[in-house]
């Protein structure tokens, strides 16, 4: 059953993730690391909306960022996010996305040294 795309929703992926038998945990790794806007919408019950800023966030970005996810759950741990909400879950807003972690990361030579990435979803509210 694919989860709802917030903090309870990931929460939920990533546990049964690195619960996953290593082969298994390998091929979500995998998926996310190659496609992660396929990987996110084969994993989450996906907004519209949320489907269309995942089509036009820049292709470097989401090849970073799933790399940084795949490399922490590779490494047995999880990626820390924190998604605000809203009463109109469901409507497009204006989103503020921040990721600290995986600006220009070096491949880890040791998975234990593996820097630790946040992402944090926010709303841009009007001034």
Known sequence: ??????NAGVDYIQNETLALPPPARQTRCNLIRADLHAALDQ???LHP???AQLSIMPTDLKDK????IARIWEAGGKVAFDKETKDEDGLPDKKILEVFGIDDAPAPQNL????PVMIRIRY????
């Open 43 to 45: 994993l989450f019950a």
């Open 65 to 68: 960022l799933g790399a940084a």
């Open 112 to 115: 234990l040294s593996t820097e």
């Open 49 to 51: 909306h949320q489907q």
């Open 1 to 6: 059953m694919k989860q709802k795309f917030d």
């Open 124 to 127: 841009r509210y009007p001034l």
